[in-house]
C-alpha cells in the first residue's frame, strides 16, 4: 500500500463521521501522490503526510447569547488551525447551522493549499459557529458576535491568527467581532482581521477579490486555450459575494451571465446579466431576499428547486457552497458541450463529478487557486494595517490580478512537469511549499 493511501485509510478510521474533510484529503492525497513517491523516504523519516491531515491546533468553545426577548441560547464555536509553517493562520469565519468541526478542518486544510498557492506568507485556517444570522435582528447578530469574540480573542493575533468573513458573515458582523476585540485588547490591532469596513483599516476592492480573482482565473485558462471571456455564455450559482464580484466583473468584461441561485432554485436570464442586475444582487443579500424576488423584479424565469447546471452554456462557474455539482449534473454539462467549469466555491464538485468531467474533456479550474483571490486580498489588507496605509482600488486590482496570473502559471507548470490536469497541478503546486516549509522547521 502506498504512504498516501495509508494515510488516508488511517484518516478514514481515526474520524469516521467527516466526510467532507476525507472527501478533501484524498483529493489532495492523490493528487499529490507522484511527489509522494519522488521522496518517499524523506516524508516517511519525518512524518510528514501525518503531520500534513492532523491540525495544529483545533478550538471548540460554546458561545451563549440572549435574543430580543430575554430568552438565552447556546451555540458552538469552532477555530480550527491547521498549519501555520509558512505564516500565521488564515481564513474566514462561517455562521451556518451546518457548521460542524468536521466542515472546519475540510475548510482549513484547503485553505492550507490555497493560501500557498497565493505566494504570501499566510498558514491555513478555518472557524465559524452553527448560529444562523438569517432572520436575527441587528441586535442580536450584535449578541452574538460579542460573545464569540469573547472566547475566540485568546487564540488569534495579527502574527498568529487572522480570521475574516465567509458564508454568513459579512461586513457587519466583522465590525461586531473586531469591536469586541478591541474592547478586550485594549489596543488598536486592526490586523487581527481582515474584511473591515474602509474606515478602520478595510482594503479596496475586498468584497469584489473572490468574484475578481475568478475572473482573472478563468481569463487565463481560455488564453491558455487561445480564446477570451468576451460573448461567453456563462452560469453562476449562488447570489452572495462570491456569486455578485464574479457577476460584476464577467459582465464588465463582456460575458453573458445567464443563471443565479439560492438554495430555492435559480434565475434564468436569456439575454445576460447588466449593470443594473449585478447591483441588485447587493440588495438581495443584504436583505436576506430569495433569489426569486429577483426574477419577479426583472421578469425572468424562476426554476424552483433545482441548480442551473442543466441550462446550455460555454462556461460553470459554482459558487455556492460544497458538493453543489454531482455527477449527474456533471454529464449535463458534459452533453450540453460546457468547455470550462471554473470553481468559485470550495470544493463544489463531488469527487466523481470532478473525475468524469475531467475525462470527459471539460476543463476545471479547482477551487483551491481559481478563489484564491479573496485570501490574497485579505493577505493584502494585512499588509497595508502593518503599514498603516492604503492602495488605491487600482493599485489593489493590479496586484490581485498579478497574483491570480501567477497562481494558474504555478498550476499550469506543475501540471505539464507531471502529465496531470490543471486541478491536481495546483494541488501539487500547494502542497511542495508548505512540505518545504514544514520540513526545514523541523518536526514539531
Not at 458538493?323 to 464538485?349: F, Q, Y
Not at 490574497?376 to 503599514?387: F, I, K, P
Request: hydrophobic residues 35%.
Amino acid at each position: 500500500m502506498s504512504y498516501a493511501n495509508e494515510i488516508y485509510e488511517n484518516l478514514v478510521k481515526k474520524f469516521p463521521e467527516e466526510k467532507e474533510f476525507h472527501q478533501t484529503a484524498k483529493e489532495v492525497l492523490e493528487s499529490i501522490s507522484v511527489v509522494i513517491e519522488e521522496n518517499e523516504e524523506l516524508y516517511r523519516k519525518n512524518a510528514l503526510l501525518e503531520r500534513l491531515v492532523e491540525p495544529e491546533r483545533s478550538v471548540i468553545f460554546r458561545v451563549p447569547w440572549e435574543d430580543d426577548n430575554g430568552v438565552v441560547h447556546v451555540n458552538t464555536g469552532y477555530r480550527v488551525q491547521f498549519n501555520g509553517a509558512i505564516g500565521p493562520y488564515k481564513g474566514g469565519l462561517r455562521f451556518h447551522p451546518s457548521v460542524r468541526l468536521g466542515t472546519m478542518k475540510f475548510l482549513a486544510f484547503e485553505q492550507t493549499f490555497k493560501n500557498s498557492l497565493t505566494g504570501l506568507p499566510i498558514g491555513g485556517g478555518k472557524g465559524g459557529s452553527d448560529f444562523d444570522p438569517i432572520g436575527k435582528s441587528d441586535n442580536e447578530i450584535r449578541r452574538f458576535c460579542v460573545s464569540f469574540m469573547t472566547e475566540l480573542y485568546r487564540h488569534i493575533g495579527p502574527d498568529r491568527d487572522v480570521p475574516a468573513g465567509d458564508l454568513g458573515v459579512s461586513g457587519k458582523e466583522i465590525g461586531y467581532l473586531f469591536g469586541q476585540y478591541r474592547r478586550i485588547k485594549g489596543c488598536y490591532e486592526n490586523g487581527v482581521i481582515t474584511g473591515k469596513a474602509l474606515s478602520f483599516g478595510g482594503s479596496k476592492i475586498r468584497p469584489e477579490a473572490t468574484g475578481y480573482g475568478i475572473t482573472y482565473f478563468l481569463q487565463e485558462m481560455l488564453a491558455d486555450r487561445n480564446d477570451k471571456i468576451e460573448g461567453k455564455t456563462i452560469a453562476i450559482s449562488g447570489c452572495g459575494n462570491v456569486a455578485w464580484g464574479a457577476a460584476k466583473k464577467m459582465v464588465e468584461l463582456g460575458a453573458k451571465v445567464v443563471t443565479l441561485s439560492d438554495p430555492s432554485g435559480y434565475i434564468y436570464d436569456p439575454n445576460g446579466l447588466n449593470d443594473e442586475k449585478v447591483e441588485y444582487m447587493l440588495e438581495i443579500r443584504a436583505n436576506n431576499l430569495p433569489i426569486e424576488t429577483f426574477a419577479k423584479k426583472f421578469n425572468l424565469e424562476f426554476v424552483k428547486g433545482k441548480r442551473p447546471w442543466e441550462k446550455k452554456v460555454d462556461i460553470v462557474v459554482p459558487c455556492a457552497t460544497q458538493n453543489e455539482l454531482e455527477i449527474e449534473d456533471a454529464k449535463k454539462l458534459v452533453e450540453n458541450g460546457t468547455i470550462i467549469i471554473c470553481e468559485g466555491s470550495n470544493m463544489p464538485c463531488s469527487l466523481d463529478a470532478t473525475e468524469y468531467i475531467e475525462k470527459n474533456g471539460i476543463t476545471l479550474g479547482p477551487s483551491k487557486a481559481a478563489n484564491a483571490g479573496g485570501v490574497a486580498v485579505s493577505a493584502l489588507e494585512m499588509s497595508q494595517d502593518s503599514m498603516r496605509y492604503h492602495w488605491s482600488e487600482e493599485e489593489v486590482d493590479a496586484k490581485l490580478l498579478g497574483i491570480m496570473k501567477e497562481i494558474f502559471a504555478q498550476s499550469k507548470q506543475m501540471s505539464v512537469k507531471y502529465n496531470t490536469t490543471l486541478s491536481q497541478g495546483a494541488n501539487i503546486a500547494g502542497f511542495i511549499k508548505v512540505a518545504d516549509a514544514m520540513l526545514k522547521q523541523g518536526n514539531y
